[in-house]
C-alpha cells in the first residue's frame, strides 16, 4: 500500500514541478509518504519555494487515519477586533478519549494574509489553529501552506524592533554586536521583535534573556538570520506559534 503511494508521490511530484523536485526534496517527500501516509496527488504536500509545505485536507486526512476522538475550536475573544478585521482563535486536538489534548492558537489580519482572502481573515485564523493544533498531535515539522502570511513585501515595517530588550548580563550578554545584528534581522526580514525574544529563550534553553550567555545568543542570531534566509515563511510559522504568549503577556 505505502510502497503503491510513494510511486505515485514521486510520479506526481516530478509531473508538477519537474526539475525543482530535485533528490533531496524526493528524499524528504519518502519520509513524508512513510510516516504519515501524505499524498501529493490528493494535495496533502506542496512544493513552494523548494520547501514542502502540508495542507489542511492533509492535516485532516491524517487525523482521520489516524481516528482523531476530536477537535474542538473556540474564538479567543479578548484577542480578537473583528472592526479591523482581526481574529484569534483556540484549537485543542484530542487524540483519543484520554488525550489531555494537544492545542494550538491562529491568529489572522489583513496585514498577515494574502490579498486574496481579505475578508475571510475569520476562517484563516481558525484554520490556523487546527493547523497548528494538528501539526503538535501528529508530530509534522513542516508549516501548513494556511500558516504562510504576506509577502514580506506587504507587511508593514515593525516599530517594536527597537524595544528588543538585550541588557548586558552574565557579563557578556547582549554585547554592542550582538544586538546590532539581532535588531538588523528584525528590521530587514520584518519580525515582531516580541515573538522573536520568546522564540530565542526557548532556543537558548533559559528562563529570560537575561540568563543567556553570549555565546547562546550569538547562536541564535546565527541560527535566525540562516533560517530567514533560507526559508522566511517557515520561519514565521515558527514565530507566530508563540503569538499566544506575546498577547496573553499583553
Same mark, same amino acid.
Given at each position: ?111 498577515? @494574509?494574502?490579498? =486574496?482572502?481579505?475578508?475571510? +481573515?475569520? %476562517?484563516?485564523?481558525?484554520?490556523? /489553529?487546527?493547523?497548528?493544533? #494538528? ?9 501548513? @501552506?494556511?500558516? =504562510?502570511?504576506?509577502?514580506? +513585501?506587504? %507587511?508593514?515595517?515593525?516599530?517594536? /524592533?527597537?524595544?528588543?530588550? #538585550? ?19 528584525? %528590521?530587514?526580514?520584518?519580525?515582531? /521583535? ?57
Amino acid at each position: 500500500m505505502r510502497s503503491k503511494l510513494l510511486r505515485n508521490n514521486l510520479k506526481s511530484a516530478r509531473a508538477k514541478w519537474g526539475p525543482e523536485a530535485d533528490p533531496r526534496l524526493l528524499q524528504t517527500l519518502k519520509a513524508y509518504t512513510e510516516d504519515f501516509r501524505l499524498s501529493v496527488p490528493n494535495g496533502d504536500l506542496l512544493l513552494l519555494d523548494r520547501h514542502w509545505y502540508v495542507t489542511h485536507a492533509g492535516l485532516v486526512g491524517l487525523a482521520n487515519r489516524n481516528h482523531c476522538h476530536g477537535i474542538i475550536v473556540e474564538p479567543s475573544v479578548e484577542f480578537s477586533n473583528p472592526t479591523s478585521s482581526r481574529w484569534a482563535f483556540k484549537a485543542t486536538v484530542y487524540k483519543s478519549a484520554q488525550c489531555k489534548g494537544f492545542v494550538g492558537y491562529g491568529d489572522a489580519d489583513p496585514s498577515n @494574509v494574502s490579498p =486574496l482572502v481579505h475578508g475571510a +481573515e475569520m %476562517r484563516v485564523a481558525e484554520t490556523r /489553529a487546527v493547523n497548528r493544533a #494538528l501539526r503538535k498531535a501528529y508530530g509534522i515539522g513542516i508549516c501548513s @501552506v494556511e500558516e =504562510l502570511g504576506s509577502s514580506p +513585501e506587504s %507587511r508593514p515595517s515593525p516599530p517594536q /524592533a527597537k524595544e528588543l530588550s #538585550l541588557q548586558r548580563t552574565n557579563g557578556n550578554y547582549g554585547g554592542p554586536k550582538v544586538r546590532d545584528r539581532l535588531c538588523q534581522l528584525i %528590521r530587514q526580514h520584518q519580525l515582531d /521583535a516580541t515573538l522573536v525574544k520568546s522564540y530565542a529563550i526557548d532556543f537558548c534553553g533559559t528562563k529570560t534573556l537575561r540568563e543567556a550567555s553570549r555565546e547562546q545568543v550569538e547562536n541564535f542570531v546565527a541560527h535566525l538570520s540562516d533560517w530567514a534566509e533560507k526559508d522566511l515563511n517557515a520561519l514565521l510559522c515558527q514565530l507566530n506559534s508563540y503569538l499566544a504568549r506575546k498577547d496573553g503577556a499583553a
